[in-house]
């Protein structure tokens, strides 16, 4: 019976190990382009990686390549949770208007007496409307907060 060290190091699998890998990585980002998980994403690259590994000649045994695939999955996993998007807007993820909640735009015309205006948020120019019953007044191209998307119209009111 081979000591641990010998399967650590044995001699790579070479093309079949590399098929195995690369099969493997294929199925696990089948299964996240189903789910839309995005924590299938890293296993996936992890076994991309050690397909290519294998691929280099260096003597990695089988459990050594498993060692190297568990390693790198729970590493990136971690790591993604770090820079992965955190502030998701409330309510229906579908509904576009939710995600211009708390942007700036630009003030294009209006707000005079009648607290209605345009502004432009990227690139798209949308009919809005001051929060609020008060008598305020924007000037062209004062920068304003999107507060929320109601009937058509962006409620707005001064950017802090």
């Given at each position: 019976?081979?000591?641990?060290?010998?399967?650590?190091?044995?001699?790579?699998?070479?093309?079949?190990?590399?098929?195995?890998?690369?099969?493997?990585?294929?199925?696990?980002?089948?299964?996240?382009?189903?789910?839309?998980?995005?924590?299938?994403?890293?296993?996936?690259?992890?076994?991309?990686?050690?397909?290519?590994?294998?691929?280099?000649?260096?003597?990695?045994?089988?459990?050594?390549?498993?060692?190297?695939?568990?390693?790198?999955?729970?590493?990136?996993?971690?790591?993604?949770?770090?820079?992965?998007?955190?502030?998701?807007?409330?309510?229906?993820?579908?509904?576009?208007?939710?995600?211009?909640?708390?942007?700036?735009?630009?003030?294009l015309e209006g707000f005079g007496?009648?607290?209605?205006?345009?502004?432009?948020?990227?690139?798209?120019?949308?009919?809005?409307?001051?929060?609020?019953?008060?008598?305020?007044?924007?000037?062209?191209?004062?920068?304003?907060?999107?507060?929320?998307?109601?009937?058509?119209?962006?409620?707005?009111?001064?950017?802090?």
């Amino acid at each position: 019976m081979p000591d641990f060290a010998t399967l650590l190091t044995s001699e790579p699998l070479g093309m079949q190990a590399f098929w195995v890998w690369l099969t493997l990585g294929v199925i696990v980002l089948g299964l996240e382009i189903m789910l839309g998980t995005e924590w299938l994403l890293w296993p996936a690259a992890s076994a991309g990686v050690v397909a290519l590994l294998t691929l280099t000649g260096l003597p990695i045994g089988f459990v050594f390549q498993v060692i190297i695939f568990s390693v790198l999955t729970l590493t990136l996993s971690i790591l993604s949770r770090r820079f992965m998007k955190k502030d998701a807007p409330a309510g229906d993820i579908n509904d576009p208007g939710q995600r211009l909640v708390g942007k700036t735009a630009t003030v294009l015309e209006g707000f005079g007496g009648l607290n209605e205006g345009r502004v432009i948020y990227d690139g798209v120019e949308w009919p809005a409307i001051i929060e609020g019953d008060g008598d305020v007044r924007l000037k062209v191209r004062e920068a304003v907060k999107i507060v929320k998307v109601s009937e058509g119209k962006l409620v707005i009111s001064r950017a802090a």
